[in-house]
C-alpha cells in the first residue's frame, strides 16, 4: 500500500521559513518524478516544485529562489525548504508521486502578516 506522509506544516509570520517534508512509503521512490503542489480553497491546484530521481528540479516562478525542493532516497524522504514566506504561500501544501500519480493527504501553511 502507498502512503505519502507530509509534516512541518504552521502558523508562520511573513518572512519566516518552514521545512515540510513526505516520508514515503510502499512505492519505488527512488524511480518516481516527485513534486509538491499547493491548493487554495476556490482556486486550481498549483504546481510549486518537482525534483527527478536524480535531483534536477524545477520551480514556479513565485516561488524561485525562495523555496528548495530536495529528496533523500535513501530514506524516501521528499522536503520542502520554504523561506522568505509571504502571506500568499498560505495553502494545503501536499506531496505527489508523478510515477503510479499518488497523493499525501497534505499539511496547512499559514502565513501571518
Known amino acids: 500500500q502507498v502512503q505519502l506522509v507530509e509534516s512541518g506544516g504552521g502558523l508562520v509570520q511573513a518572512g519566516g521559513s518552514l521545512r515540510l517534508s513526505c516520508t514515503a512509503s510502499g512505492m519505488d521512490f527512488s524511480g518516481s518524478t516527485m513534486d509538491w503542489y499547493r491548493q487554495v480553497p476556490g482556486k486550481q491546484r498549483e504546481l510549486v516544485a518537482i525534483?527527478?530521481?536524480?535531483?534536477?528540479?524545477n520551480y514556479a516562478e513565485s516561488v524561485k529562489n525562495r523555496f528548495s525542493i530536495s529528496r533523500d532516497n535513501a530514506k524516501k524522504m521528499l522536503y520542502l525548504q520554504m523561506n522568505s514566506l509571504q502571506v500568499e504561500d498560505t495553502a494545503f501544501y501536499l506531496c505527489?508521486?508523478?510515477?503510479?500519480?499518488?497523493w499525501g493527504q497534505g499539511t496547512q501553511v499559514t502565513v501571518s502578516s
Open positions: 505527489h508521486s508523478t510515477r503510479g500519480d499518488y
Open positions: 525534483i527527478s530521481p536524480r535531483g534536477v528540479t
